[in-house]
């Protein structure tokens, strides 16, 4: 999916970062779905850009990764 905002570079940057954090984590996409109490396709669909994740949303990914979630925007806006 094309994400023609005006802030599609920083989405595609949060996309990067989330999926460089689960991989690193060493977690599957079905395993950080059930650490966060989401659906089963909850993290394909954010990770291919079919979706946006929410602030609160992006707040357990970054817990259940066991990473600080101000950091990971602090990556965001580079």
């Keep these: 999916m094309r994400d023609s905002s005006i802030y599609a570079e920083r989405n595609k940057r949060l996309r990067a970062i ?33 979706r946006q994740v929410r602030v609160a949303e992006f707040i357990a990914l970054a817990e259940a990764m066991g990473l600080d979630p101000l950091e990971m925007l602090r990556e965001v806006r580079g």
């Design 18 to 50: 989330l999926i460089a954090a689960r991989k690193n984590a060493g977690l599957t996409q079905e395993e950080l779905c059930e650490l966060v109490g989401a659906y089963r396709t909850f993290v394909s669909k954010y990770e291919k850009g079919a």
